[in-house]
């Protein structure tokens, strides 16, 4: 663009310089003609005819001359106008680009400002979520600290807890012992004081081979306490073992009146027992082969029926003429659920 400007203005200045250029030529050439000596007279007259003679021969000449000035003198007009139209124009097309450029270059220096006040506000809004950031971090570091106190706290009152939840549980355990020990003693005076019952006579009936034996039964109560609803069952075995029988045969019980079922302290009973089914053999009387009397005694002592019934078996072997008790039979009384 600056260089079409530049040869504009030569232009311009080229065509300003022909006009002067011719003008001086023209006032050179009428200096020269109207020129002439003048000390005689003669000279004079010769020179005045002469010189209208060539004025008259270069009149032709003169006016070749000037319309070839007048002509050139148009061209250059034209020349001076389209120059000055041209650089005109293109003095007009840079004032549009350059206004076009600074439109431009201010647009951009808008939306450079927009953005640098964008990236301010953002910055800005950076430096708030910054500010609120260290804040709710020294408050999750404060919480942290105190969570950390709080659980060393804690953790002082599990130990201090679990201390005391072993002295607790040594306690208890001191406490089981001695309970132990007291229900110990409960249950060996409520024993020693308990209704405990014995067999001192077995009479037996009818025995001899061929007969249906019986017996009967002498229940005594050596406890300190009496004893209701008391209920005996009987029943024979034959073989060597009572724990590995050749034949089993039940007693039916004949005694069954209300009084015998209670016993009072250092009482007895007397319980008649027979059966039909089982005859005796010379083996067994002669004792050959084994029979055991086996029975079972239910009673309720003090307490009544939540307490539960208590239950007793006597196992006795024939031998040397009569039954007695067989070694290993389990006495003991044995506690059982209320029917």
Known sequence: MWKYLLIGTLLL?????????????????????????????????????????????????????????QRTQITQYWVLVITSVVTTALFVAYTFFCGLQWWQIKKQANLSAQQIQTMKDTLDEMGRQRKTLHTQAEGVFRQARYTRETVTESRKMVEKMQAQLEAIQRQE???????????????????????????IGIRVIDFAPGYYTGVDITFFNGGKTPAWHFFPLAHFIVGEHPDYPEAKHSLELITTDIASTFFATENSHVFEF??????????????????????????LER?????????????????????????????????????
Request: glycine fraction near 8%; hydrophobic fraction near 30%; proline fraction near 5%.
């Open 13 to 69: 200045q080229g065509a300003n310089a022909q006009p002067a250029k011719h003008k001086a030529q023209s006032q050179q050439q009428g200096s020269a003609s109207s020129v002439s000596p003048t000390p005689l007279n003669d000279r004079k007259i010769e020179a005045g005819d002469k010189s209208d003679s060539t004025g008259n021969s270069q009149q032709p000449k003169q006016d070749d001359e000037g319309k070839t000035f």
């Open 303 to 339: 307490g009544g029926v939540s307490k539960g019934y208590i239950r007793q078996n006597f196992i006795c072997l024939w031998e040397k003429g009569k039954f007695c008790d067989w070694l290993p039979a389990d006495n003991s009384p044995q506690y059982s659920k209320a029917d």
């Open 173 to 199: 355990k001191h406490l089981a012992t001695q309970a132990d020990a007291a229900r110990k003693a409960v249950e060996l005076a409520e024993t020693s004081e308990a209704p405990y019952f014995g067999i």
């Open 274 to 299: 027979r059966q039909r089914k089982f005859a005796l053999t010379e083996d067994i009387v002669s004792e050959k082969k084994g029979l055991f009397l086996i029975v079972t005694v239910d009673y």
